[in-house]
Nanobody, 123 residues
Framework: QVHLVESGGGLVQAGGSLRLSCAAS????????MGWFRQAAGNEREFVGC????????DGVDSVKGRCTISRDNTKNTVYLQMNKLKPEDTGVYYC????????????????WGQGTQVTVSS
């Protein structure tokens, strides 16, 4: 059983930056590709980015490309999401998730999820 805990969310002005962290425990971190998703109120969960153990990555939806960077520190069992030039439409709950299926954009392929961290971007 993998336990994921996100942190780093908060209130930020448009144009600002945030770095979200996700600490994993209870499993072998190298077994998992780690992904970030977000969900705004009333919307479906949206893929933001994913990174494999070896560092291969895939970008998320077009609206975040060029503004979000995913990275991981395998020595700390932690994955990060750096978000820049934030926009009000980036507001939502951000979740990290762990998948044994490798890099994936599909939520169903992720077996473990954190509780989420709220990001609110004011205009």
């Amino acid at each position: 059983q993998v336990h994921l805990v996100e942190s780093g969310g908060g209130l930020v002005q448009a144009g600002g930056s945030l770095r979200l962290s996700c600490a994993a425990s209870g499993g072998i971190f190298s077994n998992y590709a780690m992904g970030w998703f977000r969900q705004a109120a009333g919307n479906e969960r949206e893929f933001v980015g994913c990174m494999s153990w070896s560092g291969g990555s895939v970008d998320g939806v077009d609206s975040v490309k060029g503004r979000c960077t995913i990275s991981r520190d395998n020595t700390k069992n932690t994955v990060y999401l750096q978000m820049n030039k934030l926009k009000p439409e980036d507001t939502g709950v951000y979740y990290c998730a762990a998948s044994t299926f490798g890099i994936s954009t599909i939520p169903k392929t992720y077996a473990y999820w954190g509780q989420g961290t709220q990001v609110t971007v004011s205009s």
